[in-house]
């Protein structure tokens, strides 16, 4: 079993930042890839950003230069530094796995004011 724990959700204003982290536990072994994900009200979920185990990232084109995804495989961590926020990236971000399955966080809040 794997457990994703995201934190460091909030409220911002536009144009602040925030940096999201997802810690996993568990059966880690075998990571392919981790990535964030975000869900809008009345909206689909849709990829944000995700990295693979050799470190090649991928961007959503709504955020290209504005966020960052990062990880670190000692911690089997990944983190979204996210600048220069809009209110349009209120959501609440989840973090995903792929390794032996596809694994989900409970989700966390960002919420951008105008």
């Known amino acids: 079993q794997v457990q994703l724990a995201e934190s460091g959700g909030g409220l911002v204003q536009a144009g602040g930042s925030l940096r999201l982290t997802c810690a996993a536990s568990?059966?880690?072994?075998?990571?392919?890839?981790m990535g964030w994900y975000r869900q809008a009200p009345g909206k689909q979920r849709e990829l944000v950003a995700s990295?693979?185990?050799?470190?090649?990232?991928n961007y959503a084109d709504s955020v290209k230069g504005r966020f960052t995804i990062s990880g670190d495989n000692a911690k089997n961590s990944v983190y979204l530094q996210m600048n220069n926020l809009k209110p349009e990236d209120t959501a609440v971000y989840y973090c995903?796995?792929?390794?032996?399955?596809?694994?989900w966080g409970q989700g966390t809040q960002v919420t951008v004011s105008s």
């Open positions: 990295i693979s185990s050799g470190g090649t990232t």
């Open positions: 995903r796995a792929h390794g032996w399955g596809i694994y």
């Open positions: 568990g059966n880690t072994r075998g990571f392919i890839a």
